[in-house]
């Protein structure tokens, strides 16, 4: 073999312990679909990854450097389109394994979009305000070549939200000398956000859990709820639930859990974090650690966190009848199999959590056309575009005899394929 094939063999910087999960993930469904090994080939890759070193002048005037990453991993339906996450453990593998995600994601919803995502290492929670603006801005400016409203649209995920988006979308208009509210969506209403985007994740994992207790032939009313992680998509997903007349008895954050069979208040919860930091000083339940949350016995459990939560170390111990991932990849390979075997309603992340995406797309047509929409408008079409995604994979699941992760897989890949075959190789 000659030296340059060898080098050829080498792994590819991304192929990180999260990246493989996402590959183990597209592989089944590749099998499962008899995907033309050509075309396999090419998802199997991100198109691109952009990795940044943001120099910025600390408060205390001395300059650090951070680490900062934006992949795009496949542009065949239309602009990329992903959040920006900022967290201590933000690296190119994770940020390549969430854009094929967010990939499968886009293709499922129908939207006219292709997967990205992005962030900085870094742990927002020690950054001064001013800080973070400097540290968003030199970061937008490092990226702008590869974002812009045809090309790669960022949105807010784990550690970001409108503010940020808003001087994302700040500095972009500064270096094209006019405003571009449609560079970025989950931007503040005042410069162009949609009304239903903060809540619009939690809502569409409502959507799917209510469709799953009508499959499961299961009544809302006084259903057991466990999420873990109470940021964004865990708090609207609490709170809308407890309205649809189910019991939220667990919620938890970074630093720990709280629970009460009787129930939580969650918007006193809510109210609560508007003034504190950490659910800890919330009077309303008893402490119990992230870890014994996730196997309390219950009839809904919503990982609303970070990845790999579920693993084949607690599957075993897991105790709810619907497992709906809010989260993206909660849940590994292995843990997957392990719920499987014991009956577990697994609702996948690329449909659970797609809410947030379908209302950006909704953002980014309205930026685009500068005609914005009723508040209705926007919930009732999420909820057509979710509970048809959640229909077709069912039925595909169903007539598959496949999980309901593997037919959300499979439904993604076959709609790109088709779009891929249709376009061509270039050159
Ligand atoms: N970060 C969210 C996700 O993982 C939203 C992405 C977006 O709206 O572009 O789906």
């Not at 998802?43 to 910025?56: E, H, W």
């Not at 048809?388 to 394929?417: C, G, H, Q, W, Y």
Request: net charge neutral.
């Amino acid at each position: 073999m000659t030296p340059h094939k060898k080098e050829l063999r080498r792994d590819p910087e991304y192929l990180t312990p999260i990246y493989r999960m996402a590959l183990e993930q597209f592989g089944q469904a590749a099998d499962q679909l008899s995907l033309d090994p050509n075309v396999r080939k090419r998802f199997t890759d991100p198109k691109r990854a952009i990795m940044v070193n943001i120099p910025i002048r600390l408060d205390d005037a001395s300059v650090e450097v951070f680490h900062g990453y934006r992949v795009h991993h496949d542009t065949t339906l239309g602009p990329s389109k992903g959040g920006i996450r900022y967290h201590p453990d933000v690296n190119l593998g994770e940020c390549s394994a969430l854009a094929m995600w967010m990939t499968w994601k886009c293709a499922l919803m129908g939207l006219p979009f292709g997967g990205a995502k992005g962030g900085i290492r870094c742990d927002p929670h020690a950054l001064s305000r001013n800080e973070l603006q400097r540290l968003t801005r030199r970061f937008t400016a490092e990226l702008i070549q590869f974002i812009g409203p045809e090309v790669d649209v960022p949105a807010p995920d784990v550690g970001t939200n409108g503010q940020i988006m808003a001087w994302m979308m700040d500095t972009y208009s500064q270096f094209k000398g006019y405003p571009v509210p449609e560079i970025v969506t989950g931007k503040p209403i005042a410069i162009g956000g949609s009304l239903g985007r903060t809540e619009a994740t939690g809502r569409g994992v409502v959507f799917c859990i209510m469709e799953a207790f009508a499959h499961l032939k299961m009544q809302p009313k006084d259903k057991k709820i466990v999420v873990q992680g109470f940021g964004n998509v865990g708090a609207h997903a609490s709170a809308i639930l407890q309205a649809e007349g189910c019991k939220v008895i667990a919620v938890s954050d970074v630093k720990s859990g709280l629970v009460n069979k009787k129930g939580i208040d969650i918007p006193a919860l809510m109210k609560h974090l508007e003034t504190n930091d950490y659910i800890e000083s919330f009077q309303g339940g008893e402490r119990i650690t992230n870890a014994e949350l996730l196997e309390l016995p219950c009839d809904v459990l919503v990982p609303a966190a970070l990845s790999e939560q579920i693993t084949d170390e607690n599957a075993n111990r897991i105790s709810c009848k619907i497992l709906a991932e809010a989260a993206n990849g909660p849940t590994t390979p292995k843990a997957d199999k392990i719920l499987r075997e014991r009956g577990v309603f697994v609702i996948p992340d690329i449909l659970a959590n797609a809410g947030g995406v379908t209302v950006s797309y909704f953002e980014w047509v309205q930026g685009l056309q500068n005609l914005f929409w009723k508040e209705q408008e926007i919930n009732d079409r999420l909820k057509d575009i979710m509970c048809n995604a959640f229909r077709a994979v069912l039925s595909l699941s169903i007539s598959e005899k496949v999980d309901m992760r593997l037919a959300a897989l499979m439904l993604s890949i076959r709609k790109i394929t088709t779009a891929k075959k249709a376009r061509g190789l270039f050159p």
